[in-house]
């Protein structure tokens, strides 16, 4: 037996490629980091599961976060739990204004796509047990080119950690393009941490960034403005027929490939969809990672005013 530590489980690709998880791996002990608020349906499923452990978290709170690793390392060194041997940093949040606040005065798109899944990590890393992959989700977007988002998002636009960490980061903070934004910057940001964990994790620990492409009708735009949401939940949907989109369940079953290994991908590595390619050019700066983990760490520490 051994344990995989998951968020983003309850809807879209995430949900689907719980169930493969499941299905394909009698072995396995899930453990599910979701608020007790997300869909009845989604946790009735996973809590009728007897291989699935659900601890509540908001992961736009640090508090949260902090409590839920310490509750998950509680458990796996009282033995309650099987060795860890992943993470599955699945969650995201795009919001149509760059204005969103968490409780620690956090803007909320990179408190989750980001710092969560940074501070997950530093609870969990000493419990991993080779061989041990982790696995964030990222996206497309972060390359800010019309072949990776169809025009649909804005290109990243990098700045000091400690400016993108906060609500206004971009000009017209309140309107969509901002919001766009403040996402494509969190996935550039997400490839910068897989590419700084990657040095510093042990051997037979790996970490690889996961695209699923673009996937309609997932829940993820589900704070899109009226019109936008009909387009990716009416019409995108059509596209699926083409090679260049899959459906929720695809991209879930993709995803699962990537968290077992099935879909082989070196630590430090960007998969797009079931294959590894270089992720953007401008994903590859060490200053800037570097940056991004220093300050991390200052928020973890309780070095940062928040």
């Excluded at 936008?228 to 369940?249: G, K, M």
Aim: hydrophobic share 40%; aromatic share 6%.
């Amino acid at each position: 037996m051994h344990t995989l530590v998951m968020t983003g489980a309850t809807r879209g690709i995430g949900r689907f490629a719980a169930a493969a998880l499941l299905h394909d791996d009698p072995q396995l002990r899930l453990v599910v980091l979701a608020r007790e608020s997300t869909s009845a349906e989604a946790m009735r499923e996973l809590r009728a599961h007897d291989r699935v452990t659900v601890v509540n978290t908001e992961l736009a709170s640090i508090d949260s976060v902090e409590s839920a690793g310490r509750t998950v390392s509680a458990l796996l060194d009282a033995g309650e739990l099987p060795p860890l041997r992943g993470f599955v940093g699945n969650a995201g949040v795009q919001f149509t204004d760059a204005l969103h606040t968490t409780p620690d005065g956090l803007e909320t798109t990179f408190a989750v796509n980001v710092l969560a899944n940074h501070l997950l990590l530093r609870a969990l890393e000493s419990r991993l047990v080779s061989p041990a992959r982790i696995v964030l989700t990222n996206s497309g977007t972060h390359f800010g080119d019309l072949r990776h988002t169809y025009g649909l998002t804005p290109a990243p636009r990098w700045a000091d950690p400690s400016v993108l960490a906060r609500p206004g980061a971009f000009p017209s903070p309140a309107t969509v393009a901002a919001g766009y934004t403040a996402y494509a910057t969190s996935r550039l940001a997400a490839v910068y941490l897989v590419h700084e964990w990657s040095r510093r994790l042990p051997d037979g620990v790996d970490i690889v960034a996961h695209s699923p492409g673009l996937v309609p009708a997932t829940g993820h735009g589900r704070h899109a403005k009226p019109f936008a949401r009909f387009l990716n939940d009416r019409v995108v949907p059509l596209l699926t027929v083409t090679p260049a989109i899959d459906n929720a369940a695809t991209a879930g079953r993709r995803l699962a490939a990537t968290v077992t290994g099935r879909t082989p991908a070196p630590s430090g590595s960007y998969v797009d969809r079931s294959r590894v390619t270089p992720s953007s050019n401008e994903s590859y700066d060490v200053e800037r990672e570097r940056a991004l983990w220093d300050y991390l760490e200052a928020v973890r520490l309780h070095e940062v005013n928040l």
